[in-house]
């Protein structure tokens, strides 16, 4: 983990994505899904469902959800937990939208049990 | 602002199935206090029965824990009946001096058993069978007591009396019909009923008429001889009739004696140290009448649940609509739908009644009625009977519709029996089928007809998409208190995938949860997201001239802001169907492989399959496809079972790329991803084959050139077979042509896959220019009509062929205008969606936002 993860990251800009949809960052780590909602909220998830891996950006994002492709679990973007019944997490990435301009940091919020959230 | 004041009276399923919903549709609404007389949580009355017989405990079947009421912030009063009304102040007072105000009340009082007006009926030893105090008193009399009688041999009463035998005693089923459960049942069925149960112990009288119960003989030292007299008053002081075989009452039991014997009007007697009461129950309407609400058997309410006082609304079995009152769990949860829609003052559903049917919860007993089996004028039965196997099977129909059924011994269609019976489905098409069922019996490696949903072992598999086996599913229910299909599938995830088990799932529910409030309503929104169905949201498209998807969840009050994954791809795919050279697709309301033009693996990568017209190839197309695999390192090339070349495991970042050197190379989309035209599977045909008649192949290049790039309601497959031996096996495709000496065989509405379908027979023509024709028109049919993701095998079992042949066949200028809009339609969609994205549209879904190293 080095200092520039700390940093928020310039990488891209609103409407580089498509709005109910999601682009990725692709970093040595893994992917990240950058997703933008109806009313233009942005979030960011690690791009792997805890089900069984799925790519969350392939999903169709509703409200503030994003239905996995794989097997349809629904994650909330805002907190990256499956909804009920099922459980399980995917890690959120700080994000934040200045003058049409999407910031990311590289570190994963604390809050998802398991750090990254595979269920196991 | 205070919050407006709800107050529930009746702790029961109606009443509380009502807040749940009320509480999903609009929380914050009201401050609720629930008052019940019995002092208990809200459990499931349903499910007294294996209760009694020892198959669950009380704690199981309780559906609103204590804890619950405290979570919704709900003041509950339980153990104190409310007596009183007062409609002018609007408030309620209980026994107890307890009172609370209301903005709105709800009357859920329920029922109460009936009690025969015979002298003795109040004596000790005398219960209903309604809830838990009648059960705990059933229990601890089959531990001292040995003989039961049960009066009235309905539903209710069988259940009780296989419970009390199952608990030890001797039981006894007294019965004023001729048959059992008359009104459910015609005499045959009843019959087998009856010799089942008799050979699990029980004894039956049949056409006896209770006249007295009297009391026991007066225990040994007991004074009770007075106060059975004076109980008894008006009936001769019985003499010992029997020698007691049981323990004798327990003395400090009360000062009265406990009932004896139950005598009949010719005179007869038989020892009864138990007596229930099960001849039928009685809404009551005590308190809503003392309250001068109108009550005609039951609270009278209008269509909205609500009684003659606005204020007030009655949901259950204390309610009378439309002159009935319910006793059965699913009507009550329609009117709880109902009466919470109003009660949130959304105010737009409305309860046009219910059809009803029946399972009896007895162990090893397969029974289910539904509907007027009896028939009567213009009626006709169809009936299979086959006594030694123990299985009969009744049904009525009556202007091509059924009417009503009557199983015994094999009960797994029922479910189906009661969808036809409730939607009105015709069944001329099929009536010759109809009593053998639909072999609803999930995928094809377990279809077996004879098999019986409840002898199944636990560790069956059930839903074999996601491995669900039948334990599984009845824990959930049992643990989860699930009722119904949504939330089984959400918590095991049966039925949650391509939904052949879905019968066998709607089974399970029926069986284990105890009711058959399990049954999908006849009106099925598109997804929690609207109210409305499938064809009412086409409808309105056409219609009013929808023509975005926003506007269209606007006009339609969508609840959510832009939908969900289950209904954005089913508008998108209306509006692009109702307007196919206007409407701007939406590609974010389309699943990933629509989107991004290929099929999604499970490790993220895609799949490609390029268009063979026909399934012909040659070498060059064959080397393009060699240079590609190699380029771009594909790690596995299949032959698919259409005929075609799949490329497996490319990324999703090389699509383009591998587009572009396909596209060179002549090739466009095969579809192979998509709700749309797949494939056309043609055999070698009259050019080689020595049996060939026709020209399979070429028939099979026209018909693909003209339907691909078409989107339909869900994947469509054709194919041309040469000669009757049918070597490109058209007649399990969605449209298939058989071709034959004397012209062209047209089939329709078959499939492989999950359930085999063979197509039906939809016509025979002479040229190539009527097949083609004919398959726009049907297509564009299919295209027009079908419900999203509904295949054509069972659009046609839900349309009927007949009505297919009324719009292909009998009306030839429909069929050319609904082939003319195929091909007007065609000239939007048949543009290369691959070539397209090699030509650098839509890059953003192709390529990352940005790459990090």
């Known amino acids: 983990m080095n200092a520039m993860n700390d940093a928020w990251l310039q990488v891209g800009r609103l409407e580089d994505i498509p709005r109910q949809g999601a682009r990725v960052i692709a970093t040595a780590e893994g992917a990240i899904a950058v997703f933008r909602t109806v009313d233009d909220e942005v979030f960011a998830l690690r791009d792997r469902c805890p089900h069984k891996g799925g790519p969350l950006s392939q999903g169709i994002v509703h409200g503030k959800r994003v239905a996995c492709p794989l097997h349809d679990w629904k994650i909330a973007l805002d907190t990256g937990l499956a909804a009920a019944p099922d459980a399980g997490c995917a890690a959120r990435y700080p994000v934040r939208v200045e003058d049409g301009v999407v910031r990311l940091r590289l570190v994963p919020d604390e809050g998802c049990p398991g750090g990254h959230g595979e269920s196991p | ?853």
Request: one cysteine or more; proline letters at 5%; aromatic letters at 6%.
């Open chain 2, 1 to 853: 602002m205070d919050k407006m004041k709800l107050v529930l009276v009746g702790n029961g399923m109606a009443g509380m199935r009502t807040l749940e919903e009320l509480l999903r549709i609009a929380p914050e609404l009201y401050e609720i206090t629930v008052i019940g007389a019995e002092p208990h949580p809200n459990y499931n009355r349903i499910l007294l029965s294996p209760v009694l017989a020892g198959e669950q405990t009380l704690d199981e079947i309780v559906l609103n824990p204590l804890q619950w009421y405290a979570e919704h912030g709900i003041r509950l009063v339980t153990g104190s009946p409310v007596v009183r009304i007062d409609r002018a102040r609007r408030c309620v007072e209980t026994a107890d001096g307890a009172r609370a105000d209301y903005d709105r009340l709800l009357l859920a009082t329920g029922s109460d058993p009936f009690i025969l007006p015979v002298p003795g009926a109040e004596l000790p030893g005398v219960v209903g069978f309604r809830d838990i105090a009648d059960v705990e008193a059933m229990i601890d009399a089959s531990d001292r007591y040995r003989h039961a009688v049960v009066i009235g041999g309905g539903l209710l009463g069988l259940e009780a009396a296989n419970g009390l035998k199952l608990r030890g005693m001797e039981v006894t089923v007294v019965h004023l019909a001729p048959w059992l459960m008359e009104r459910q049942l015609d005499e045959p069925a009843a019959r087998l009923l009856q010799q089942n149960l008799e050979a699990k112990g029980l004894r039956f009288l049949l056409q006896r008429q209770t006249a007295a119960l009297l009391p026991s003989p007066s225990p040994a030292g007991g004074g009770g001889v007075g106060e059975r007299v004076s109980v008894a008053s008006g009936i001769p002081s019985p003499p010992a009739l029997h020698a007691r075989e049981g323990p004798l009452p327990l003395a400090g039991e009360g000062s009265e004696p406990r009932v004896g014997a139950v005598r009949f009007t010719d005179g007869s007697e038989v020892p009864a140290d138990l007596v229930v009461m099960a001849v039928g129950i009685r809404p009551n309407v005590a308190l809503a009448e003392s309250a001068g609400l109108h009550c005609n058997r039951g609270v009278v309410v209008n269509d909205t649940l609500q009684t003659y006082d606005p204020r007030i609304y009655a949901v259950g079995e204390c309610a009378s609509h439309r002159g009935v009152a319910y006793g059965l769990v699913a009507p009550l949860f329609e009117q709880a739908r109902v009466a919470a829609n109003h009660l949130a003052l959304q105010g737009f559903k409305r309860y046009a009644g219910s059809v009803t049917s029946t399972k009896l919860k007895v162990t090893g007993i397969d029974l289910y009625s539904a509907g007027d089996f009896t028939g009567g004028e213009g009626s006709e039965a169809i009936v299979y009977s086959d006594p030694i196997a123990g299985v009969y099977k009744k049904l009525v129909v009556k202007d091509d519709r059924l009417v009503g059924a009557c199983l015994y011994g094999d009960t797994l269609e029922g479910t189906w029996y009661f969808e036809l019976l409730r939607d009105g489905t015709s069944i001329r098409d099929f009536r010759d089928k109809l009593l053998f069922g639909r072999h609803h019996l999930g995928d094809s490696g377990h279809g077996d007809e004879k098999a019986r949903l409840a002898a199944l072992p636990d560790a069956t598999e059930i839903c074999g998409c996601n491995g669900v086996k039948k334990g599984d599913i009845v824990r959930a229910i049992r643990e989860q208190r699930l009722f119904t299909l949504d939330e089984v599938r959400a918590h095991t995830k049966a039925s949650a995938s391509c939904g052949s088990c879905t019968g066998l799932v709607e089974g399970l529910l029926a069986m284990t949860a105890g009711g058959d409030y399990s049954e999908a309503p006849s009106k099925k929104p598109v997804c929690a997201c609207t109210e409305h169905s499938h064809d009412e949201v086409r409808r309105a498209i056409r219609e009013q001239g929808l023509k975005a998807l926003p506007d269209a969840m606007r006009f339609l009050e969508w609840k959510t802001p832009d939908g969900c994954n289950k209904c954005r791809p089913a508008l998108n795919y209306y509006l692009l169907c109702a307007w196919p050279n206007e409407y701007q697709d939406d590609a974010q309301s389309r699943y990933i492989n629509e989107r991004a033009h290929g099929n999604i693996q499970k490790d993220g990568s895609f799949s490609v399959v390029p268009r063979m017209w026909g399934g012909l190839t040659n070498p060059k197309e064959l080397r393009a496809i060699a240079d590609v695999a190699e380029k771009f390192g594909v790690p596995e090339v299949k032959v698919t079972g259409g005929q075609r070349i799949d490329l497996f495991g490319v990324k999703k970042e090389d699509l383009p790329a591998v587009w572009r050197d396909l596209s060179e190379a002549g090739f466009v989309s095969g579809h192979a991803y998509g709700k749309a035209l797949r494939t056309v599977k043609t055999c070698v045909g009259a050019r080689w084959c020595r049996f060939g008649t026709r020209d399979s192949t070429g028939l099979g290049v026209k018909l693909e050139r003209m339907t691909w790039g078409s989107w339909m309601p869900h994947k469509y497959k054709l194919a041309v077979s040469g000669c009757p031996r049918n070597c490109a096996e058209a007649t399990i495709k969605d449209f298939g042509v058989v071709c034959v000496d004397s012209g062209y065989e047209l089939h329709v509405g078959g499939n492989g896959g999950i359930k085999v379908r063979v197509t039906d027979l939809l016509a025979k023509v002479d040229t190539e220019e009527e097949v083609l024709e004919y398959c726009a028109a049907f297509t564009q049919l299919y295209r027009e009509e079908a419900r999203y993701l509904e295949r054509s095998a069972p659009w046609i079992e839900r349309v009927g062929l007949s009505y297919v042949k009324a719009r292909i066949l009998a009306d030839a200028e429909g069929r050319r205008a609904l082939a003319e809009r195929f091909r007007a339609s065609q000239q939007t969609a048949q543009v290369d969606p691959w070539k397209a994205r090699a030509d650098g549209a839509e890059t953003h879904e192709f390529t990352p936002m940005l790459t990090l190293a």
